[in-house]
């Protein structure tokens, strides 16, 4: 796994403080040069947990973060200025490691008034660093024309799904902004579990159980169908056994070893699936020329998404 390149466990996670492990079972099972892998399982601990160790973790290290999703009024200064000070007086910090933004309705421009004042917030020194979410390529070189200092853009990404490698990846390679992909095991379709099932027979294969499951399945139908999957996951386990990993662990890599991503996150539910030692494993594969070709080679076969489904976060805007 290239230098600077992370896997965060727990992508569900809007707004909290992360930090180190707290648990023995966490900081046995990952050792200190991985522990931003486990850290996101601590939205779990940290809620059922006295406020006497939220603040006997601030003594270690942590990263303060939030995801702001604001609704279409007028973007003031000020209205802008007193949502981000809700986050940062809930996180108890002087400024923000990183604010997500994210917008929904582009025919509204207020999404660039936002993001102006957020830059002035940022020039004040009450949020480091500001990047999107589900932002398209269209609408991430406006911004950066208005010289507004973008840092990553957090898409859907997976075997499965390319569309950031085509027109969104080409625009961050020129301009240095960096990719967070989610999706990236699309549920966990993209796994042991799924292997040689048929889910056209009722009960013959295991649940699509979360949201999730059944968000990916639909991105499935679209790219290709469940015949298709079958063959990308056959390819995928003969990959992962070649490297004693798991299908996960070699779909997260081929990800993250794409042109401009800096990291993907894994979503977790704790003591159901945690994928501690998956993501572990991520840091010592590396995907050989034949790996990618196979994988290649059945992926082609699948339909251009980006024409079916739009650019990254379309998904969220067609009606």
């Not at 967070?180 to 056209?200: R, W």
Request: aromatic share 8%; charged share 20%.
């Amino acid at each position: 796994m290239g230098c600077g390149r992370l896997v965060v466990v727990g992508a569900e996670l809007i707004e909290m403080t992360l930090s180190r492990p707290c648990s023995d079972t966490l900081m046995q099972a990952s050792p200190p040069s991985t522990w931003l892998i486990t850290m996101g399982l601590l939205k779990t601990y940290m809620a059922s947990l006295s406020i006497e160790f939220v603040e006997s973790a601030r003594q270690s290290f942590w990263i303060s973060l939030t995801k702001w999703v604001p609704p279409p009024v007028k973007m003031t200064s000020s209205y802008v200025r007193e949502s981000i000070n809700v986050s940062r007086k809930r996180m108890d910090v002087a400024s923000l490691d990183m604010l997500q933004f994210h917008w929904w309705d582009y025919s509204n421009p207020g999404y660039l008034d936002a993001l102006k004042h957020l830059a002035d917030l940022k020039a004040e020194g009450k949020i480091k660093t500001v990047a999107l979410t589900n932002f398209d390529t269209e609408r991430l070189q406006i911004i950066l024309e208005n010289e507004i200092p973008i840092v990553s853009n957090q898409v859907q990404h997976s075997i499965v799904d390319m569309r950031p490698q085509q027109k969104m990846a080409e625009l961050c390679q020129l301009t240095g902004v960096k990719l967070i992909t989610y999706g990236t095991v699309m549920g966990g379709l993209l796994s042991e579990k799924f292997l040689d099932t048929n889910l056209a027979i009722p009960f013959a294969g295991p649940p699509l159980n979360t949201p999730s499951l059944q968000k990916y399945k639909r991105m499935v139908d679209a790219w290709g169908g469940w015949s298709l999957f079958q063959a990308l996951l056959q390819t995928l386990k003969k990959v992962a056994s070649k490297h004693k990993v798991s299908i996960p662990t070699v779909a997260v890599k081929y990800i993250l070893d794409q042109p401009t991503v800096a990291g993907s996150m894994i979503g977790v539910r704790l003591g159901l699936s945690e994928h501690i030692n998956d993501a572990n494993a991520i840091f010592s594969l590396d995907l050989d020329e034949d790996d990618i070709n196979s994988i290649q080679e059945v992926t082609k076969k699948g339909k251009d998404l980006l024409r079916v489904i739009g650019d990254c976060g379309d998904e969220y805007r067609r009606i």
